[in-house]
């Protein structure tokens, strides 16, 4: 892939659901190591467009990472691609440890690559550390969300996908868990997706965004540009 070539490049995507479209034609791309949010109402696509790119829905078009063709109706490809997600609901397995849904976050890697991963994610979310043998329905909802990311990230992704990562957390751990994004991010040079429905705080975190409408792209542009369009903020993101 030439260097100048986005990681995520998606063309003319639509989704459905049966026969129900929910995502119309849309065309976006992200940058290796960049930080990109989707905004927009509920019902806007936000989570489809996940979906989508994983192959978790029916879809059309064109979806190229590192210049490759996603394998279309094949959600299990795109782990190997390189590509994790994070679903809404965070999706940890009750019955397991900490320890353990890390250990399947990263069934592809090698016993030396899982043993170390989890020593870096136990260091990157203590909470975690702490919590190491405690079964996964026994941590509070923000612990869950943490456990969640460290999972996706166990597999050694070059792309996150984020959905909704805020929901349903206090004010104080959704700051605890942006500021450890914004670290994964700069530090590690993870690139991320991130539908967020708190738009203040996905413009702290993204350096570009998109915005949604009725499965359709609308506006795009920096956190500057669309914080200071009020025509924009009230129409699509409610504020």
């Known amino acids: ?24 034609e849309v065309s976006f791309s992200v940058d290796a190591g960049e930080t990109v949010a989707i905004l927009g109402a509920n019902g806007a696509g936000k989570t489809t467009t996940l979906r989508a790119i994983c192959q978790l829905v029916s879809t059309k078009g064109t979806v190229l990472f590192r210049g490759k063709p996603v394998p279309k109706g094949r959600p299990s490809a795109c782990a190997r691609l390189g590509i994790a997600m994070v679903p809404e609901g965070r999706g940890t397995f ?19 690559e899982v043993a170390d991963g989890i020593d870096w994610s136990m260091g990157v979310f203590p909470r975690l550390a702490e919590r190491r043998t405690q079964q996964a329905r ?8 943490m456990l969640a990311i460290a999972r996706a990230l ?3 992704p070059q792309l996150l996908l984020l959905d909704e990562p805020s929901l349903g957390l ?21 690139t991320v997706l991130l539908v967020e429905q ?3 705080l996905a413009l702290e975190l993204a350096a570009r965004a998109y915005v949604l409408e009725t ?3 609308v506006a795009t542009g920096g956190p500057e540009l669309i914080h200071d369009n009020e025509e924009l903020r009230r129409a699509y993101l409610g504020y």
Do not use: C, W
Not at 94 to 112: A, F, H, K, P, Q
């Open 138 to 145: 026994t941590l509070s909802g923000g612990e869950q969300q």
């Open 170 to 190: 206090s004010p104080l751990l959704v700051a605890e868990l942006f500021k450890t994004l914004k670290v994964l991010a700069s530090e590690r040079g993870i």
């Open 154 to 156: 166990m597999s050694g």
């Open 94 to 112: 009750m019955d397991l440890s900490v320890e353990d849904n890390l250990r399947v976050g990263g069934i592809t890697r090698s016993r030396r």
């Open 1 to 24: 892939m030439p260097p100048s070539s986005p990681l995520l490049e998606a063309t003319n995507l639509s989704a459905s659901y049966g026969k129900l479209r929910a995502l119309h």
């Open 215 to 217: 499965g359709r792209i």
């Open 198 to 200: 708190n738009t203040s």
